[in-house]
Nanobody, 121 residues
Framework: QVQLVESGGGLVQAGGSLRLSCIASGRIFSIKAMGWYRQAPGKQRESVAVVTAGDTTNYADSVKGRFTASISRENAKNTMYLQMNNLKPEDAAVYYC?????????????WGQGTQVTVSS
């Protein structure tokens, strides 16, 4: 099992910045990738950034050049960050942290509880 706890959401004006954090604990040695996803009201959940175990990061086209994802690995925890700059109203959503974990040759997804990001125009 992997536990994920997000923080850092809030209200920001368009053009502003926020940094989200996601602390992963538990079987972190089995994590293949971690990612940030978001879901706006009435829309499907979408991928924002995915960081592989090799630290390769893939971004959604809509956030390239504005968002930066990174992972810090210390002791028994992984902390994933999402630095969001030049925020736009369309970035407003609930942001979720996700971990893809291999256990017994099967991949499992674990999700955090989500953190709200609101961008005022």
């Amino acid at each position: 099992q992997v536990q994920l706890v997000e923080s850092g959401g809030g209200l920001v004006q368009a053009g502003g910045s926020l940094r989200l954090s996601c602390i992963a604990s538990g079987r972190i040695f089995s994590i293949k990738a971690m990612g940030w996803y978001r879901q706006a009201p009435g829309k499907q959940r979408e991928s924002v950034a995915v960081v592989t175990a090799g630290d390769t990061t893939n971004y959604a086209d809509s956030v390239k050049g504005r968002f930066t994802a990174s992972i810090s690995r210390e002791n028994a925890k992984n902390t994933m960050y999402l630095q969001m700059n030049n925020l736009k109203p369309e970035d407003a959503a609930v942001y979720y942290c996700e971990a893809l974990v291999t256990m017994g040759r099967i991949d499992y997804e674990f999700w955090g509880q989500g953190t709200q990001v609101t961008v005022s125009s």
